[in-house]
């Protein structure tokens, strides 16, 4: 499709300046105390609710899946309150801020002693006080704000940071690849900080003082974001696409009783709106009945420009199709929530396995905090892309003579099998470390949990490091897959559909915790998710979710024979970078 590369400025007609670089300092700084801030407060947040919250672990894990789900949930509102009432610029504005209020909040709950429960007593007969109303009522506010502010900026950061750059020049295609580059670097940086040295001040100095380091960076993220105000490209919403996704559906319902030709690609309606940034797309044959919005009638009018008059009665293939792309990514992205339940496991139970294990570094008496072991699922995926990137990728390329050298697809596939292998490989080291806690002398007492295994928790990293190397390939596979399927301009929604499906994993999660903790309560060989994992079965529970993993790698694979790629008119999978326009309204 072709695409007009006349650069259309400001509301005035003025050119647009992207400002590239220079804009830089004001967004890599705000990125960077941002990731610094949320990942310093969330990391940790399991064990704060258990020890100073005095929360069960099952209280604790489903609260936290919750609120993961609806922090990742909500990222499509922010989307679609974006894209078309507010901007980018001015979401991301409310949502730092918010944030920031959120994290306010949750320090105090550290700081206050009026705000949380007493401290229970380290005996396992002691008895701990549940939190009053009125102090989870401020905790959970705290978690309000959160929400809010991950809602707005998850959605929108990496686009605003793309935003400054000119995708029309080549030094503004090397500015947008930089961008991404420090993006991930932040991320990298923010997340080695949060789960090592945050981590380790709020699970062995001070609450308030680990839960404020946050929050003072978080301050700093809100001051280099609105420093920088006066040079950012503000991108005009333009309204949002899910109005075309709409259309297309009343159209085929209100001419569902009509006959399809024997030619649709030749007689359907097939107006092309000269404005659009999408690929024109080629005609596809699933989900034939949707093409009935674009059979033309006799109550059919067009405009002088040859766009249909009323476009909720007749719509173009092109807008046809554009909706068959969002149809056909569904299955894939269903197969993703169950896939992600072992990531969140990760976070959750394998901290809890930390929690009764040998902790112990070294003879000086050094023990790592818990939570700080899951930066071994993050160093296997980092140290993993470079070596898949520039070694294997070139390799994989001879043998199959394909770009990438492996699909989408089956890069997300095999990640999905790594994830039955983690499931495994947890579910044997639980049953290790159990036996040891069990038969061999004990370490000492975890409060409110049990007896600690002497089993070292270098044991964990095996499962820890797979679950990095399963995503590096499913979920960076998911937002390549994302990114290229969805038309041009759904791709925030098409980042949201990541988040949406990390929510309702969470949810699910939630629900399998829930439900395999009622049924084995009163089971004679005991609970499986019990406080103490020593009388737990933990590891019976890993080999369920491994089981889960076996049938959805399987419905995966179904799926992804059936699909078909996104191609354009000219057979082309993606359109180029140069070819998008920066001739977005700005202000």
Not at 209 to 221: N, R, V
Not at 279 to 284: Q, V
Not at 476 to 490: A, D, H, R, S, T
Request: glycine share 8%; hydrophobic share 45%.
């Amino acid at each position: 499709m072709e695409k007009n590369n006349e650069k259309v400025g400001t509301r005035s007609n003025e050119p647009t300046e992207h400002r590239g670089v220079k804009a830089m300092p004001f967004v890599i700084g705000n990125e960077t105390f941002e990731k610094l801030g949320t990942i310093g407060t969330s990391s940790n947040l399991l064990v704060y609710l258990t020890t100073v919250f005095n929360m069960k672990s099952i209280t604790a894990t489903n609260l936290i899946n919750v609120f993961n789900g609806t922090c990742n949930f909500g990222t499509l509102l922010g989307a679609f309150l974006s894209d078309t009432y507010f901007g980018r610029y001015k979401t991301l504005g409310f949502a730092t801020v918010s944030s920031f209020l959120g994290m306010l909040v949750l320090t105090l709950t550290a700081a206050i002693s009026k705000l949380h429960p007493p401290k229970c007593g380290t005996e396992e007969s002691s008895i701990c006080i549940d939190p009053t109303p009125g102090q989870l009522a401020f905790l959970l506010t705290g978690f309000g704000l959160l929400i809010v502010g991950a809602s707005g900026i998850r959605p929108c950061n990496l686009a605003f940071g793309a935003d400054q750059f000119n995708p029309n020049t080549e030094s503004g295609r090397r500015g947008i690849n930089s961008f991404f580059n420090w993006y991930y670097f932040t991320f990298t940086f923010a997340m080695m900080i949060s789960l090592t040295i945050i981590v380790y001040v709020q699970s062995n100095i001070n609450w308030a003082l680990g839960l404020g380091i946050p929050t003072f960076l978080m301050f700093f993220s809100c001051a280099f974001f609105f420093v920088g105000s006066r040079i950012y490209v503000k991108v005009v919403p333009q309204g949002s696409p899910l109005t075309g996704l709409a259309q297309v559906l009343v159209a085929s319902s209100k001419k569902r009783a009509l006959k399809l030709p024997e030619q649709p690609w030749l007689s359907l309606f097939n107006h092309v709106n000269s404005n659009s940034i999408n690929s024109k797309l080629s005609y596809t044959d699933q989900f034939r009945f949707l093409n009935k919005a674009a059979i033309i009638t006799d109550k059919d009018q067009m405009n002088s420009d040859g766009s249909a008059a009323d476009p909720w009665r007749l719509c173009s293939m092109q807008q046809v199709e554009e909706v068959k792309c969002l149809a056909r990514v569904i299955p894939i992205w269903a197969s993703g929530i169950i896939y992600f339940v072992t990531l969140g496991l990760m976070q959750t139970y394998c901290i809890f396995q930390a929690l009764q294990s040998d902790r112990r570094l070294g003879q000086n008496g050094f023990k790592i905090p818990a939570a700080t072991y899951t930066v071994f699922q993050m160093l296997s995926l980092t140290i993993w892309i470079p070596i898949y990137d520039r070694l294997i990728v070139p390799f994989l390329r001879r043998l199959t003579k394909k770009e990438a050298g492996i699909t989408i697809l089956q890069k997300i596939g095999i990640g999905m099998f790594l994830a039955i292998v983690t499931m495994l490989i947890s579910a044997l080291v639980e049953t290790r470390r159990r036996h040891a806690a069990l038969t061999r002398p004990t370490l000492g007492m975890e409060p409110r949990k049990g007896e600690i295994s002497s089993m070292s928790g270098s044991w964990l990293v095996p499962q820890l490091a797979v679950a990095g190397l399963s995503e590096a390939f499913t979920v960076i596979g998911l937002v390549e897959f994302f990114y290229k399927q969805f038309p041009e301009n759904m791709r925030s929604f098409g980042g949201s559909f990541l988040f949406c499906a990390f929510a309702m994993s969470s949810y699910l999660s939630s629900f399998l915790i829930s439900v395999v903790h009622s049924v084995t309560r009163n089971d004679k060989g005991g609970n499986w998710l019990a406080e103490d994992l020593n009388k737990a079965k933990l590891d019976n529970f890993y080999y369920i979710v491994a089981g889960l993993q076996v049938l959805n790698l399987g419905y995966f694979l179904v799926c992804a024979k059936w699909y078909k790629y996104k191609v354009t008119s000219s057979d082309a999978l993606e359109v180029g970078m140069e070819k998008v326009q920066s001739d977005k309204p700005v202000v």
